[in-house]
T-cell receptor
């Protein structure tokens, strides 16, 4: 079992470009969560998805950010027209069911906007 | 909303015992979790308390007092490899949904000295 796979590990984008972050959950996990972490800070919840559904996007900025978890393929976090403030580590986690007490996290994608 | 307080830094020597405290304020509460993160890598799940009392897992124990909105992580027989960030996280209901939300504290950086 390969665990939660995130790619790319590092992503550099110029201001105004688009960033696409991918997350493949653990085998058998159908619940995916995206978190953002700034240096020296905790993880901030962004969005919770199940296959083809967004369950909770209360932590997602209203503009430029979107997420999907299609029936086939990885979950995608998309950031349009990136700005310097988007530079952060983005972590994806998965769980096998709603209400699981422990999430399995991926190694994250470090986004740097230059 | 949810808020969690934990010390930003703790230092201890190898072989010692250290306690990392966490207080929280939340509307709705299912339980308190602890995660470990090394050098900005993937956070890993350590423990979960839904009921009052102490849960022990090897060298690590976690305690919860729901009436005091307080918990702690106890690390015994500290090893150099325990140097990491430790996050408490509250599991609480999501408004308007049956989904559960995991909200993290800002983390405690533990440094273990030889």
């Amino acid at each position: 079992n390969a665990g939660v796979m995130q790619n790319p590990r590092h992503l550099v984008r110029r201001r105004g470009q688009e960033a696409r972050l991918r997350c493949s959950p653990m085998k058998g996990h159908s619940h995916v969560y995206w978190y953002r972490q700034l240096p020296e800070e905790g993880l901030k919840f962004m969005v919770y998805l199940q296959k083809e559904n967004i369950i909770d996007e209360s932590g997602m900025p209203k503009e430029r950010f979107s997420a999907e978890f299609p029936k086939e393929g990885p979950s995608i976090l998309r950031i349009q027209q990136v700005v310097r403030g988007d530079s952060a580590a983005y972590f994806c986690a998965s769980s096998p069911k709603q209400g699981a007490v422990g999430y399995t996290f991926g190694s994250g994608t470090r986004l740097t906007v230059v | 909303g949810q808020s969690l307080e934990q010390p930003s830094e703790v230092t201890a020597v190898e072989g010692a015992i250290v306690q990392i405290n966490c207080t929280y304020q939340t509307s709705g509460f299912y339980g308190l979790s602890w995660y470990q993160q090394h050098d900005g890598g993937a956070p890993t799940f350590l423990s979960y308390n839904a009921l009052d009392g102490l849960e022990e897992t090897g060298r690590f124990s976690s305690f919860l007092s729901r009436s005091d909105s307080y918990g702690y992580l106890l690390l015994q027989e500290l090893q150099m490899k325990d140097s990491a960030s430790y996050f408490c996280a509250v599991i609480s209901p999501t408004k308007g949904s049956s989904a559960r939300q995991l909200t993290f504290g800002s983390g405690t950086q533990l440094t273990v000295l030889p």
